[in-house]
């Protein structure tokens, strides 16, 4: 598939931000026989006074951008085309949950994708004994790691409960598994500490999501979002795939990445400091508009 993505950032402050230094991942990803970034431009209002594009340990696209200048408003725009195969169905030649870790200590290296950087705690995941109990219930008819991914994912999306108004960015997947109740990164949070507990790595990705309108409505302007979804190790044959639990399904060509790492600190979209008295508003506008 082939899309046009549209987004737009925008935060409105209760006083001038007198400076402020920002990291920025929010282009679109450009995978080897993954995704194809055909073009991309980023436009940031007011100009930074210094900007300075790099990449982090994972490979992410990264923008650090400085204001030495006061301002009260900041806007982040996001033009790009993109294009997402269509791949076949997943052959599954991941080995049982009990093997796993055979594949584990066969990996020897310590590159960005290694799976032993995906299985503790990370900023974001800290266990529990309730979703790790909840993590072998719905994984206990699994034959092969691959279908435990798969199964606990779907128990996750039985169990909970969209609901954009019950968390916020920084509220605890504990809190949001308790309640049951969450947004896109509520679900991926729980799903990687589920599927860590068990032994199985597991990573975060941020990304679009392709809307489909219902049948004879029109495409909302604006009305996607930016969205999560897990990554897991399936061992050495099978390697990564992802997964999105929001929505209980593989990950497709519908998927556009940005960014991945182990949580969401390591792919947040803006993530910086400023020097500021008061409180600030955001919004944020997304088209994902396909071309065929």
């Not at 993954?34 to 431009?41: D, F, H, P, S, Y």
């Not at 997402?84 to 093997?99: I, K, V, Y």
């Amino acid at each position: 598939m082939l899309y046009d993505i549209r987004m737009e950032i925008a935060y409105d402050y209760d006083g001038p931000v007198a400076s402020g230094r920002h990291l920025l991942r929010l282009m679109p990803a450009g995978l080897p026989k993954e995704q194809r970034l055909i073009a991309g431009n980023l436009g940031i209002e007011p100009q930074p006074d210094e900007w300075r594009g790099g990449t982090d340990f994972f490979g992410n696209v990264t923008n650090e951008i400085v204001f030495a200048t006061p301002h009260r408003t900041t806007v982040f725009t996001v033009q790009a085309r993109v294009e997402r195969p269509q791949n076949g169905a997943l052959f599954d030649m991941s080995p049982r949950l009990t093997d796993l870790s055979r594949d584990l200590n066969a990996y020897r290296a310590l590159d960005a994708w290694a799976p032993h950087h995906f299985l503790g705690s990370s900023t974001r995941i800290v266990f529990s004994d309730d979703m790790a109990d909840y993590a072998f219930a719905a994984v206990a008819q699994a034959a092969t790691t691959y279908e435990a991914v798969v199964g606990l994912g779907r128990a996750l999306h039985r169990d909970m409960k969209f609901d954009a108004n019950a968390t916020s960015v920084d509220t605890p997947a504990t809190e949001a598994f308790a309640s049951r109740h969450g947004v896109c990164q509520d679900f991926t949070h729980i799903m990687i500490t589920c599927l860590r507990s068990i032994g199985i790595p597991a990573g975060y990705v941020s990304g679009f999501l392709r809307t489909v309108p219902p049948p004879g409505k029109p495409r909302l302007e604006g009305a996607d979002a930016m969205h999560a979804w897990v990554r897991a190790w399936c061992g050495l044959e099978m390697g990564w795939i992802e997964y999105d639990p929001t929505n209980d399904v593989i990950v497709g060509p519908d998927h556009v990445v940005i960014a991945r790492g182990r949580d969401y600190s390591d792919v947040a979209p803006v993530k910086g400091i400023m020097r500021i008295a008061g409180g600030h508003r955001s919004k944020q506008k997304v088209d994902v508009i396909p071309l065929g």
